[in-house]
């Protein structure tokens, strides 16, 4: 059985689906455009929404926790996203000069 704090964890958990979702915009704005990369986190999240949506029921509480859920889901996916777009854009402005 695990003790101490499961902070570090939970913490290392976000910066490894930040880091492969930067890695995984990255590609594909190199691939395919920005519009695809923009759009590749955002249909993740929908995706988790739409599969978690079916298990709230209409309390408030439940409610209020199913949008913190969501907000710590989204907060590594986008922020790595925007790391992955904002490097592709950085690496395509530094190759043009």
């Known amino acids: 059985m695990m003790s101490g704090s499961l902070i570090p964890m939970a913490v290392a958990a976000a910066v490894f689906v930040a880091a492969v979702v930067a890695l995984a915009c990255w590609y594909v704005a190199a691939?395919?455009?920005?519009?695809?990369?923009?759009?590749?986190?955002?249909?993740a999240l929908a995706g988790f929404v739409l599969t978690v949506w079916e298990r709230v029921d209409a309390t408030l509480a439940e409610g209020l926790g199913f949008l913190a859920l969501c907000a710590i889901v989204a907060a590594p996916i986008l922020i790595g996203a925007a790391i992955g777009i904002g490097l592709y854009r950085w690496r395509r402005k530094s190759a043009a000069r």
């Open 31 to 43: 691939r395919l455009g920005q519009g695809w990369a923009m759009a590749l986190p955002l249909v």
